[in-house]
């Protein structure tokens, strides 16, 4: 009788350990990491006294997004005031560009275009020096947006 009861509780135990491991391998292999990164192509493409027309790529270099808003900052007092291609905002400085309906769904590699009219002090129109896309840094590469 004891050797059963031994038996018995040697095989819970063993039970109990294979579940434990199964399911810490399970958590495992289903925890996954998206990856995030943009690339941004920002050109003047005329200029003429008190304006401008600026025309931005997005390139989406991560996991497909659907939906996105492209932020930057000006640092000599340009003001955005017409653009296509995205809904333009500006609140001092700071610049966000959404998409539109038809350019909402950015696959991997994918890029959407947009310009603008801006206006500028015609003494200094300096391109942004960072841009983000859906609050992440667009750097020309890719990070994972959850921890390993």
Not at 35 to 59: D, E
């Amino acid at each position: 009788m004891r050797t059963g009861r031994r038996r018995m509780t040697l095989i819970a135990t063993t039970a109990a350990a294979t579940a434990t491991l199964v399911t810490a391998g399970l958590l495992t292999s289903v925890s996954a990491q998206a990856a995030a990164g943009c690339q941004v192509a920002y050109s003047v493409a005329s200029q003429w006294p008190g304006g401008f027309t600026g025309n931005v790529t997005v390139t989406n270099l991560g996991d497909p997004v659907s939906g996105w808003t492209l932020r930057w900052s000006y640092g000599a007092g340009q003001q955005v005031s017409q653009a296509w291609g995205a809904t333009v905002t500006q609140s001092g400085s700071q610049v966000s560009a959404t998409n539109v309906d038809y350019n909402g769904n950015l696959a991997t590699n994918a890029s959407a275009t947009f310009g603008f009219n801006a206006s500028w002090n015609n003494s200094s129109n300096p391109a942004p020096s960072s841009f983000s896309l859906n609050n992440v840094a667009c750097t020309g590469s890719t990070t994972p947006t959850t921890p390993p």
